[in-house]
């Protein structure tokens, strides 16, 4: 039976595992592990894998290394600094990853009534355990309701000015490339949560989700598959950005709204 991604009782199944990471990843993922005991020491409560290397679907050359790291207390700029020159040694060594994402929170928030159901459903159900203590055991479990769409991609129409601010002030090809691609992948994860509580299920592969998502929007189904296709394989296109800037965008927050709601507003800060 098609479980989706989901439990016999319809909750979500934490996705991914350290048995899943590929012999090409397992040097970058110890050096991970040994290289944030060291940057961050006493601070770090714990650090956990996401995305392609712990789901056993990366490609060497290709994918990125992403990393949600919690400490004991809010990061302060110094622990933001340790965390950009971590993310970019890491790059240089290890030539089988194209980049490094890093998530820095402290556990507080991670397990805070306002995150429960945007990071601290990320940490329980799309995190891996890497170091330190789970604090997923300390987070419920979580169906793929209308809810959990709003709370995780309901602020789309609060990102777009900050897009485009991001893109009017690019002007190399690597900028937009990497530009593409985070916009290419939140569109596409937006637009299959979108639909998630529909379908009833959970799915975080991109090709897949673009193919969920058209089967209950045929007029915009081309779009997300190009962007799915963008996403893994990033382009230097600048007229990609704009386009998913100019009409894709608008159309999926203003869509968005209308079937989940907006998220709920945080803090400044």
Not at 108 to 114: A, F, V
Request: aromatic content about 10%; overall charge negative.
């Amino acid at each position: 039976m098609d479980l989706r991604g989901l439990d016999a009782d319809g909750y979500f199944e934490r996705e991914g595992s350290l048995g899943r990471v590929q012999p090409a990843f397992a040097e970058v993922v110890t050096a991970a592990r040994g290289r944030l005991v060291e940057a961050y020491g006493n601070r770090l409560h714990s650090a956990y894998l996401y995305g392609s290397v712990p789901r056993g679907t990366a490609r060497a050359g290709r994918s990125d290394l992403d990393l949600l790291i919690a400490l004991h207390r809010e990061p302060g700029e110094e622990d933001r600094d340790t965390a950009d020159v971590l993310g970019r040694g890491l790059d240089q060594d290890f030539r089988q990853i194209d980049g490094v994402g890093i998530l820095l929170y402290g556990k507080d928030r991670l397990l805070s009534e306002q995150e429960r159901y945007d990071l601290g459903w990320f940490l329980a159900c799309l995190c891996t355990p890497l170091l330190g203590s789970d604090l997923a055991e300390h987070l419920p479990r979580y169906r793929p309701d209308s809810l959990l769409a709003r709370e995780t991609n309901g602020d789309l129409a609060a990102l777009l000015p900050r897009w485009r601010a991001r893109f009017e002030a690019a002007s190399e090809p690597a900028e937009f490339r990497r530009m593409n691609r985070f916009f290419s992948r939140h569109l596409v994860r937006t637009a299959f949560t979108l639909v998630m509580p529909e379908w009833g299920g959970w799915t975080s592969d991109l090709a897949e989700s673009a193919e969920v998502f058209g089967r209950y929007y045929p007029q915009r189904a081309a779009q997300v598959r190009e962007a799915a296709v963008v996403a893994l394989s990033p382009v230097e296109d600048p007229a990609v950005a704009r386009r998913y800037l100019d009409d894709l965008g608008p159309w999926l927050a203003s869509e968005y709204a209308a079937r989940h709601g907006t998220k709920t507003p945080r803090p400044e800060g």
